[in-house]
């Protein structure tokens, strides 16, 4: 298990496994339900202007009947990236939105939500058939979903 | 005794800019509700150009995706190749020959030269100073030829490969290359003072678009819409790769003002930095070979997961690659620089005059074939009381 560096201490309380991904990125396991407070303490303790919300992978893990969500953190000061990983069931999968805290979120969060089915919590800009063609919008496909067909 | 008309007023009007030509001749729609002459709220909505490319990705071997991946973008093309490609070579524990990491610098940093030089021109084109797009543009052609001197492409190189490049360079294609540069540096030079001193474009530009630290960092804005407002990120510097580290000549580029003017400015220096990088390498290229022989690289992938970041010329530009053992990738997704800044950055457009939407949306150095992966609306306006107006004008109540 990897050590937190004394800047991200914040993230020990809800932290399940610390461990490295290539190239040099450090991931942090979390329960769902512990993902806005874990940026929230982070923006408290480093500051506003420290941490943005780099890229959001969403994996479908059937195989595992969950859908894996890792939200890469730049934070500033560190150099460096974290990964908050967490998985939402893949039957309804939901999650709070981090739109209130980093609106940098919004972006991330609608194209999961159009590709996976990810329904964040909080955001009111949630839409499908976007750029997944309205035929496969309305079917309820999500393309991004292994067993998805397009 | 005449009949009592009422006559309804919309608080705001809905003025669509785009999808065909809003700025770059790419497919992009900005909805800006205006009171008069403001912009009260802005919707930027996508999804003309989807190509499901991530899950293209997940259908082809890990090297096909080479390709798929360079074609994401056609001005960016060898950086998402190399950030790709990076991501495979992290996953397989190789690492490139050092020429093969000069000759990728030297690819990236030609692209880096002719985008900047590119929306610069395109800039001009819209403040109305065609004969200056059109000199820009001919002077950029001057390095579109020396990229082709370099990968054999003038736009899709098709450069990069795991564990190297695809063509080495001899002395003869190094001098064609000084040359070049020396002559595109005296050009760039030039118009950066063109649009210092100019002032129709200093009008047009300062004080317009202005974004502060604060919401480029919360808003995830990156690349030069991040230096342009005093914003120190820069994945070259903090997360280098390649031969990065060994750049003297490299500096980031940053100032203060955080308006559009600053925007182009970063660019037009970054241009010079990148001149001078690209002149360092050609100088330092170290011996060696360079290009590795396709036919013996490991057809298998081991099971793993890697995230490599690149500094594409409108910024942080990010690729996640995750391996089951199989020939095909199980997951690889793209976040690519305008996703962040076009989406996220409808903000600014906010306050703003209709006239300057298309210098802020310029300004923000739109790539749409990279950014069209989703579709969004404007999450900002919802904090101003302004919203609630455009909500009763479309609800019919006004």
Not at chain 2, 292 to 307: K, N, T, V
Not at chain 2, 380 to 398: D, F, I, P, T
Request: aromatic share 8%; glycine share 8%; charged share 25%.
């Amino acid at each position: 298990m990897a050590e937190l560096p004394k800047e991200l201490a914040p993230l020990r309380e809800v932290a399940k496994k610390v461990y490295e991904m290539k190239v040099g990125r450090l991931v942090v396991e979390l329960e769902p339900g512990d993902l806005l407070r874990a940026v929230g303490s982070l923006l408290r303790s480093l500051g506003p202007e420290s941490l943005y919300l780099s890229t959001l992978v969403a994996t479908d893990l059937p195989q595992q009947g969950v859908i894996r969500l890792d939200y890469h953190l730049f934070v500033i000061p560190l150099r460096r990236i974290v990964v908050l990983r967490t998985s939402v069931p893949r039957g309804g999968p939901r999650i709070a939105s981090l739109l209130k805290l980093l609106p940098g979120a919004l972006s991330a969060e609608c194209e999961v939500y159009d590709l996976l089915g990810v329904v964040f919590e909080g955001n009111p800009y949630l839409r499908r058939g976007f750029f997944v063609p309205v035929e496969l919008a309305e079917k309820g496909v999500y393309p991004l979903r292994k067993d998805a067909r397009v | 005794m005449g009949r009592v008309r009422i006559v309804e007023v919309p608080m705001a009007l809905e003025i669509p800019v785009g999808p065909q030509h809003p700025a770059l001749h790419e497919p992009l729609l900005i909805k800006l509700y205006v009171e008069g002459e403001e912009v009260v709220k802005a919707e930027v909505n996508t999804g003309y150009n989807h190509r499901g490319i991530e899950k293209l990705c997940e259908r082809n071997t890990f090297y096909r995706d080479i390709f798929i991946c360079g074609r994401v973008c056609g001005i960016c093309n060898t950086v998402h190749a190399n950030c790709y490609v990076r991501a495979l070579e992290a996953l397989l524990g190789m690492d490139p020959p050092p020429r093969a990491k000069y000759l990728r610098v030297l690819a990236m940093e030609l692209e880096r030269v002719h985008s900047h030089m590119l929306i610069n021109a395109v800039m001009a084109e819209v403040l109305g100073y065609e004969t200056l797009f059109m000199s820009i543009m001919r002077d950029r052609e001057a390095v579109m030829k020396a990229k082709e001197i370099l990968t054999g492409g003038r736009v899709l190189a098709d450069y990069m490969m795991v564990g190297g490049v695809r063509r080495d360079i001899d002395e003869v294609k190094r001098d064609r290359l000084l040359k070049i540069l020396d002559r595109v540096e005296e050009r760039v030079r030039y118009y950066r003072r063109v649009f210092e001193d100019d002032p129709t474009i200093a009008k047009r530009l300062m004080g317009v678009g202005i974004l502060t630290p604060r919401d480029i960092v919360s808003h995830s804005l990156i690349g030069p819409v991040a230096r342009g407002s005093g914003v120190k990120i820069d994945v070259r510097f903090e997360d280098p790769y390649d031969a990065y580290p060994e750049i003297e000549p490299l500096r980031m580029v940053t100032r203060d003002e955080g308006d559009s003017w600053a925007r182009m400015m970063v660019r037009w220096d970054e241009t010079l930095v990148s001149i001078e990088v690209s002149r360092y390498v050609l100088e330092h290229l170290p011996q060696g070979n360079a290009v590795p022989d396709e036919r013996r690289l490991p057809r298998r992938f081991p099971p793993g997961e890697a995230f490599t970041r690149a500094e594409a010329p409108r910024g942080e530009l990010t690729y996640y690659v995750m391996s089951d053992g199989k020939p095909s990738p199980y997951r690889v997704k793209i976040r690519t620089p305008s996703f962040n800044n076009i989406i996220n950055g409808a903000f600014a457009f906010v306050g703003a005059y209709i006239a300057d939407a298309p210098v802020i949306l310029v300004s923000f150095d739109p790539c749409i074939s990279c950014m069209e992966r989703v579709t969004v609306v404007d999450p900002e306006s919802g904090a101003k009381k302004r919203l609630s107006l455009r909500e009763l004008a479309v609800q019919g109540v006004m």
